[in-house]
């Protein structure tokens, strides 16, 4: 028996979250919102460079949370998540190199006659 | 790669004759056993993914791009920090992150057969997505009053660009679910159709997950300290000779 | 219970195909779609030879006056733009929709409508870059259109729109097929065939797919920067404005590498069929083969920036994409060994075909090793835009691509129409074709190294280009004429050529086994996959080598009712669809009223085929599939 | 027995076949890269370090992939010929794959590639090295279609404006900074370096150590717009006194050399010259009578304007319109009667139409321009050993 054909059994009848669990969820997400919200607000978080680092871990929390419990990806076909995880990766490493390519850049006219 | 492969390899036992196509419910047997449309849903995600990527991308390498110009004396218009509202786009936020729950809750009565359950999250989630894209419209006008347009400068270009094509995105499920309502209203969403109903929660969830992404990126981490940081890591790439 | 059902002792067809130009309009049936992706992309093909024939005539002499610069910039941008996405990728997407679904033994695709609808949408994004000829607004940047020559600024007509918005629509034709296939080869397979039982074709098929809808994002996002700087008014590429026009080049050629790979590993899928069946040997190495083509499409991603050795990334960035690109040239290797490997101490025959298939790996070659010359960026700073790399890239798209599509062409002809091409023009159209193309692009090499920029209109006697260039040019004829050939032989066959059996070459996969043409639904009963190479397993079984071999009996026929089969109804609704997806996109190009939507200001035509495609979507929606 | 002696004569035949094959092949692949090395743009006939090193690459690069391609050809033609089918009922043996073999043919195109990847990254950062530590530097503006140059002074000011022919001391390092304010053009001078793309919003450096005197052709090698073929250039390397006397006569500006315009003084710069004077310049005339009438452009040209070259001391260039007309009086008198007939698309060409000036006007400014020299004369331009012709020019017919 494949996973293909656990996933084969009829769509519902599954192991996904029962309603209460999406309720649970909703409300962690809202609180990691809040935090995010929160700590923007916090000077200490500005001025230690704390904030970025923050935002990244809690956000990367939230969309994990979704893709796996809203969408399912947890307990879903792993064709799905093997699909998805790769677009995923692949499009980071492009975008990554993108930022690092072009952010780095020097912007400077030389003296003089630029605009002639 | 060969556990990838091993998910694809296909789940017929072989007892059953495939003779004559399709079974009693209208679907063809497939090789995996899943859905055909939520394959094509998957796979349109993941292109969506380099999608909104190449747009993000570009609003990352423009970022701090208009303060460094108006630090130059060239800039015009108004810079990000002067003009984001977080609190107002918190509440943006929360309010696309409840209508995920309202859609998985809307998949949930459908594929217990509550039908009635469906209509009335089907319509919270509609609602909450016009909400959203009302208070997208309302926060572009506000920008365009405090005199920040598309054309503006380069902020007000990279900014309307990939937050319209996230709102545009937003706007097509609008319309999906809402026509998934009117079908339902019609009788026509029964308990074995439910997987109309998830793979437009799957579009749906995919553009929350992109604003998670936006609303961080965008508007939470702040202009003056990405300016910083990103000057420390051209300091560190052009270190190892990328400059 | 493995039975291959053998249409040809069938008494007569049993279900009839319609026939006349509405059924062809509203077919969803993978087949003809095939056909008319096949047949639109040949007449595409022949237009963007055409452009290359008088860029040549142009260039037979130093400072010849043939056509003005402006037009020649319009035809080399016109050439690349329509041999790549209008005659090659079209051509291989044909050979998907008629190939890939008979060799998985499914009956059609996964989303048939769909596949009406990538199609409509395709004819429809190649009238309007042509129609930019009617409006003397032929597309000029070049096929890689560079930020700023792409701007407002620079280039002020409407050439550049009507090279934009075509791409965008061909952008969401390739990448709707795309899905389509991704999800047919996913989902679609004969019971039994699992992933490594499938004909290596259609692994191409699947991995081609995939670099379609992950490469083709990139294209869009950078083309509706594109549009808004110029119909907007932004400065995405603009400098002045706080823009960079590298990033144009970094988003294209994101999509633009992968890109080389969607063009030339459906050929290299077709020769892995051709060479095995005309070697009588199983393909050397399937699972390394198959390893190989994912290698390739992966690495594809990681190495785009190859094209911009000279734009000044800084040494790490050079030195970064120079590895990398040398390790494409890796799998790409072992291919071309596997294929000789294939060869070796087989029973080869010297059809068509093959002496196609056979064309592309010698040919390929010359194509990989000039492409490791420039993987080197000193190297390329030489080479790079100069005639070394057109040698270069049309050894890996016309000695690959085309040879390969060619191959394909004469293998699967039979299948499609139920006639063999004539062999005796076939070995004229390879031969010349050969010699044309070598004629051509060989001395492209010389021409390059003696220091010679692509996109010249013109160039001075004094350089010492002229005797090459003159050589080249009557090449460029030979090559041509070749492909009057390959119209006569196909005329021909189509007349009086000879009736062709369900398996004329005494092929390896099971499209072979069903009849030729085959009918609607393609087998009458799903054949049952218990081995790699099925339909040799079929007729051979486990005989091992001897010189008296027999076939199998064929497995007695199986009795279908034909009524019994399940098949998706045909529809006009991708037709109307298309067709307001067209006038959406035309609304952008010509003058038409302009309507003013609050903040939005759109030419009246836009929001008309809009709403068009869109009450068409739904009426397809609402439509019983069958 | 029969059939081995047969297949016996096949593969002898295939081996002569494949050895005459061989050689065409060698001698095909090189003979005709010798006759690429006598063109004046040649890639393969290096005069500095840095093209040298470039070179080398290139044909460490060449010879491997001869060797390859010459192996894989050998192999296809001798499969080819060995192994065609005898007879129709023949099955050969079902060999699936065989995984030393496959091992073998991955690991050496590694090796391979790994021998072409060490010098290459070696040069890499060697040249990126080079571009820090000029003894000269000269800016070079990329312009649709022609090239700026300026030879900037230590005030920071730029001294020496010129354009097309860029004068360089020889056994220097001269790096060069490019820049555009338009569309991306591409400065290549291939005996001297290998092409560096000019952008806008980014400076670009290229080194070269000048070694060898003489003049080397150059061109734009990126695309950008309808005179691409039309924008060439020419280094010229020359030894240090004589590159030491060009930039005094270039810093003293021109004297007017002919006896034929009255007073002979140089600001006194012909009527006719009003238009020319709103683009162009020339050192030591300051502005002309009614000069500042911009002639009316349309609005997007006028947006994507860039304006003439600096025309002091034209009477000493060897060429017209970037190197693409011998400087001859007749050459440049069919310039200004029409210069989009010789270059299509440029700004010029918006401004100036046959019938514009009146020949008698096109006569004056020729005088005039032509007349543009130093006190001292122009000063001996190096020859290039091995090429004749002074100028890469095309017919302005």
Same mark, same amino acid.
């Given at each position: 028996m494949t996973h293909g054909a656990l996933a084969a059994a009829d769509h519902g009848e599954h192991e996904h979250p029962s309603e209460q669990k999406y309720i649970k969820i909703a409300i962690i997400l809202t609180i990691i919102t809040a935090i995010e919200v929160a700590i923007y607000y916090i000077d200490w978080m500005h001025d230690s460079g704390a904030l970025v680092p923050a935002l990244f871990i809690l956000s990367i929390g939230k969309f994990l949370t979704v893709i796996g419990y809203y969408m399912h990806l947890k307990f879903d076909s792993p064709l799905f998540r093997y699909m998805f995880i790769a677009a995923l990766v692949g499009s980071l490493a492009v975008i990554g190199a993108l930022i690092a390519l072009l952010r780095v850049h020097t912007i400077d006219f030389g003296p003089g006659g630029f605009i002639s | 790669m060969a556990q990838a492969v091993a998910t694809l390899e296909t789940a017929h036992g072989g007892g059953e004759s495939h003779i004559g196509g399709a079974d009693h419910s209208g679907h063809p047997p497939t090789s995996t056993g899943l859905d055909s449309r939520k394959i094509a849903m998957w796979a349109f995600l993941a292109s969506d993914c380099m999608f909104f990527g190449s747009l993000i991308a570009m609003y990352m390498i423009y970022r701090g791009e208009a303060e460094r110009l108006y630090q130059a004396g060239q800039g015009i218009g108004p810079l990000p920090h002067e003009i984001l509202d977080i609190p107002y786009t918190s509440i943006s936020a929360f309010v696309l992150l409840m209508s995920s729950l309202t859609m998985v809750l809307a998949l949930a009565s459908i594929q217990k057969g509550n039908v009635r359950g469906l209509r009335i999250w089907l319509g919270a989630t509609a609602l909450l997505g016009a909400v959203f894209l009302g208070g997208q419209f309302f926060e572009f006008t506000e920008f365009k009053h405090e005199? &920040?347009? &598309? #054309? #503006?400068n380069i902020f007000g270009s990279s900014f309307f660009t990939l937050t319209g094509f996230h709102g545009a995105h937003v706007t097509i499920g609008v319309i999906w679910l809402m026509s998934l309502l009117i079908m339902s209203l019609r009788g026509g969403v029964r308990k074995d159709q439910a997987l109309n109903v998830e793979i437009a929660g799957l579009y749906w969830h995919f553009v929350d997950i992109v604003w998670i992404v936006i609303f961080t990126l965008v508007y939470l981490i702040p202009y003056d300290e990405i300016s910083t940081i990103t000057h420390e890591a051209e300091g560190a790439l052009r270190q190892i000779g990328l400059g | 219970m493995a039975s291959i059902a053998q249409p040809q002792v069938m008494a007569q067809p049993i279900t009839k195909p319609a026939t006349g130009l509405w059924s062809w309009l509203t077919t969803v049936d993978h087949k003809r779609i095939g056909i008319m992706y096949g047949v639109t992309a040949f007449l595409f093909l022949l237009l963007g030879g055409v452009e290359a024939l008088i860029i040549r005539t142009q260039l037979a002499r130093p400072n010849l006056d043939v056509v003005s610069a402006a037009r020649y910039n319009e035809l080399f941008t016109m050439h690349g733009t329509t041999m790549i996405f209008l005659a090659l990728m079209p051509m291989s997407v044909a050979f998907f929709n008629y190939v890939m679904p008979l060799q998985i033994g499914a009956r059609d695709v996964a989303f048939p409508r769909l596949n009406a609808y990538s199609y409509w949408i395709f004819l429809g994004g190649g009238i309007i870059l042509n129609l930019s000829w009617f409006f003397h607004a032929a597309p000029n940047a070049g096929w890689y259109g560079y930020a700023p020559l792409t701007s407002t600024s620079w280039n002020p007509g409407r050439n550049v729109d009507f090279w934009l918005i075509g791409l965008q629509v061909l952008g969401v034709a390739s990448m709707l097929a795309a899905f389509n296939m991704i999800v047919t080869v996913i989902n679609m397979r004969a019971p039994g065939m699992t992933m490594m039982r499938m004909p290596i074709f259609s692994w191409t098929t699947l991995i081609v797919s995939i670099l379609l809808v992950m490469a083709f994002p990139a294209i869009t996002a950078a083309l509706i920067l594109l549009a808004f700087d110029r119909y907007a008014g932004t400065g995405f590429y603009e400098y002045a404005a706080g823009g960079d026009p590298l990033l144009w080049q970094h988003l294209f050629w994101v999509f633009g590498h992968p890109e080389v790979y969607i063009l030339v590993l459906p050929a290299f899928g077709i020769v892995s069929e051709i060479i095995p069946v005309f070697s009588r040997?199983?393909?050397?190495g399937y699972s390394v083969m198959v390893y190989a083509t994912c290698a390739i499409a992966f690495l594809g991603f990681g190495v785009w920036a190859h094209h911009m050795f000279t734009v000044g990334m800084g040494p790490t960035a050079n030195a970064v994409f120079a590895g990398s690109t040398m390790l494409i040239a890796i799998p790409t290797g072992v291919k071309i060994f596997n294929w000789l490997g294939t060869m070796v101490k087989g029973s080869l025959r010297f059809t068509t075909a093959m002496l196609f298939a056979v064309g592309l790996v010698s040919q390929f070659v010359i194509g990989g090793l000039s492409g490791v010359m420039h993987a080197s960026p000193p190297v390329d700073s030489q080479q790079n835009d100069t005639y070394f790399i057109i040698a270069h890239f049309h050894y890996v798209l016309f000695g690959g691509t085309v040879f390969g599509l060619m191959a394909g062409t004469y293998f699967w002809f039979p299948k499609i129409t139920g006639r063999l091409l004539d062999e005796r023009l076939g070995k004229w159209n390879f031969w010349m074709a050969f010699v044309g193309f070598n004629a051509t692009f060989f001395p492209m090499h010389f021409v390059g190294l003696a220091g010679m920029p692509r996109r010249y209109f013109t160039y001075s006697e004094?350089?010492?280009?002229?005797p090459w260039n003159l050589f080249i040019t009557i090449g460029a004829f030979v090559l041509a004429t070749s492909f009057l050939v390959f119209i006569i032989n196909v005329v021909k066959t189509l007349r009086n050529g000879e009736v062709a059996s369900d398996d004329p070459w005494d092929a390896a996969t099971i499209e072979w086994a069903t009849s030729s043409p085959p009918p609607v639904y393609n087998f009458a009963s799903i054949p049952e996959i218990t081995h790699r190479d099925q339909l040799w397993w079929d007729k051979y079984g486990d005989h091992g080598a001897g010189s008296g071999v027999e076939r199998k009996a064929p497995a007695p026929k199986e009795q279908v009712d034909p009524s019994s089969i399940h098949l998706p109804n045909p529809s006009y609704f991708p037709l109307v669809s298309a067709f307001g997806f067209f006038i959406l996109a035309l609304g952008m190009l010509i003058d038409n009223p302009v309507l003013t939507i609050g903040l939005l200001h759109l030419p009246i035509l836009v929001p008309i085929g809009g709403l068009i495609m869109v009450v068409a979507i739904y009426a397809w929606a609402f439509e019983p599939a069958g | 027995m029969q059939r081995s002696s047969d297949r016996w004569v096949r593969r002898t035949s295939a081996r002569l076949v494949l050895l005459v094959a061989a050689l065409f092949a060698v001698g095909g692949a090189i003979l005709p890269g010798v006759v690429s090395a006598q063109s004046p743009y040649s890639t393969i006939s290096p005069v500095t370090d840095q093209a040298n090193d470039i070179n080398d690459i290139y044909k460490l690069t060449f010879w491997l992939s001869l060797i390859v391609f010459v192996g894989v050809q050998i192999g296809i033609v001798y499969t080819v010929l060995s192994y065609r089918r005898r007879a129709e009922g023949e099955r050969p043996e079902q060999i699936h794959g065989n995984k030393t073999l496959e091992i073998i043919w991955t690991i050496i195109p590694a090796i391979i590639l790994l021998i072409i990847f060490i010098p290459t990254v070696r040069t890499i950062y060697a040249h990126d090295d080079q571009v820090n530590n000029p003894d000269l530097v000269v800016e070079v503006y990329g312009k649709q279609w022609w090239w700026e140059v300026h030879y900037p002074s230590e005030d920071g000011e730029s001294k020496i404006v010129t354009a097309n022919e860029i004068h360089v001391p020889q056994g220097k390092r001269v790096v060069f900074h490019l820049y555009t304010n338009n569309v991306i053009h591409s400065f290549w001078v291939p005996q001297l370096s290998g092409k560096m793309d000019l952008i806008p919003g980014h400076e670009n450096k290229l080194a070269i150590d000048t070694d060898t005197p003489g003049y080397f052709f150059g061109q734009c090698a990126e695309y950008c717009g309808d005179s691409h073929a039309l924008m060439r250039f020419k280094v010229i390397v020359e030894p240090e006194e004589q590159f030491l006397a060009w930039q005094d006569a270039w810093l003293a500006g021109p004297q007017q050399a002919s006896g034929d315009l009255a007073g002979g003084d140089i600001a006194a710069v012909p009527q006719s010259m009003a238009l020319c004077m709103t683009c162009h310049e020339i050192n030591g005339v300051e502005s002309v009578a009614g000069g500042n009438a911009v002639p009316d452009l349309p609005e997007e040209l006028d947006a994507a304007r860039t304006f003439g070259p600096n025309l002091s001391l034209l009477g000493c260039r060897t060429t017209l319109a970037a190197g693409t007309l011998r400087n001859t009086p007749e050459n440049l008198a069919s310039w200004l009667h029409d210069p989009e007939g010789i270059k299509p698309g440029n700004y010029m060409g918006t401004v100036i139409t046959p019938g514009s000036l009146t020949d008698e006007q096109i006569q004056e400014i020729v005088t005039y321009l032509e007349s543009l020299q130093p006190e001292e004369g122009c000063g001996e331009i190096p020859v290039q050993p091995g090429v004749t012709e002074q100028v890469q020019v095309q017919d302005p017919d």
């Open positions: - | 005199g &920040l347009g &598309l #054309t #503006t | 040997k199983p393909l050397f004094d350089s010492g280009w002229g | -």
